[in-house]
């Protein structure tokens, strides 16, 4: 298993109490990782002691702000790869069935395409397959890297680490077509429920549709996979 991604899966998870508890081993993990370099470990390290230290109730509301009421910082990837098109439900459908057929099948009410799922799924993979899916992702990363780094949140340093993992290189056109989408404010309710009306997720007859991109981070997402419940090894 790779515990790196595990553990960048558990730390953009919705904040709870044991994931508090459980950031001593997570931060660990993340600081022993040499694929990172020195200062995207240390970048790490203020939302290891965040999440870990900070009133629950603090993070929970932070969580939301972000990426619950911010479109631009969706943690469901292919919000930011279809938005409201109906190839967005033929590819949730595929990314499900590839994990089911890959023995994976996510204990979590949230969307097939949420970043935490997918990275826990992806911790399961060959390191190969691995890098190819998140280097597909670059360009996302990249924005929301982007975006959170404007905001000064710690976040910011999560999808950086997923960049270097990636070994890619963003491609900046595209990063700067997705950084062209304007940002809600998050307080404003009324204005948040027509952005998210437009975006309603409408699953399509077929499963195969969407773009090229993501058919292939789906056909390369082969062979034998199995859920991994903690960041230890199994």
């Known amino acids: 298993m790779d515990r790196t991604l595990k553990a960048l899966s558990l730390i953009l998870s919705y904040p709870t109490r044991e994931l508090q508890h459980a950031m001593p081993e997570i931060g660990a993990v993340l600081a022993s990782d040499t694929r990172l370099t020195a200062a995207a470990r240390r970048a790490l390290r203020p939302l290891v002691g965040e ?25 469901n990837l292919f919000e930011h790869v279809h938005g409201g098109s109906r190839d967005r439900g033929g590819a949730m459908v595929s990314l499900l069935e590839t994990y089911r057929d890959g023995g994976f099948e996510p ?28 280097a597909d992702a670059a360009h996302i990363f ?33 990063v700067a077509e997705l950084l062209k989408e304007p940002e809600t404010d998050p307080n404003d309710l009324e204005a948040l ?22 058919r292939d981070m789906l056909a390369r997402m082969d062979g034998p996979a199995r859920p991994a419940p903690g960041v230890a090894a199994e």
């Open 51 to 75: 999440v870990s230290g900070r009133d629950i109730y603090d993070l929970e509301e932070q969580y939301v702000m972000l990426f619950d009421r911010s479109r631009t910082l969706s943690l």
């Open 193 to 214: 429920d027509e952005v998210w009306e437009e975006s309603e997720v409408r699953f399509g007859p077929d499963p195969n549709a969407g773009c090229p991109q993501v």
């Open 107 to 134: 204990v979590t009410s949230e969307l097939p395409d949420h970043l935490p799922v997918l990275l826990e799924f992806l911790a399961t993979r060959p390191l190969a397959e691995t890098r190819e899916t998140l």
């Open 142 to 174: 990249e924005a929301l890297n982007t975006r959170l780094t404007r905001r000064e949140s710690p976040y910011a340093a999560v999808f950086a680490a997923l960049l270097q993992l990636s070994g890619a290189v963003a491609d900046q056109a595209v």
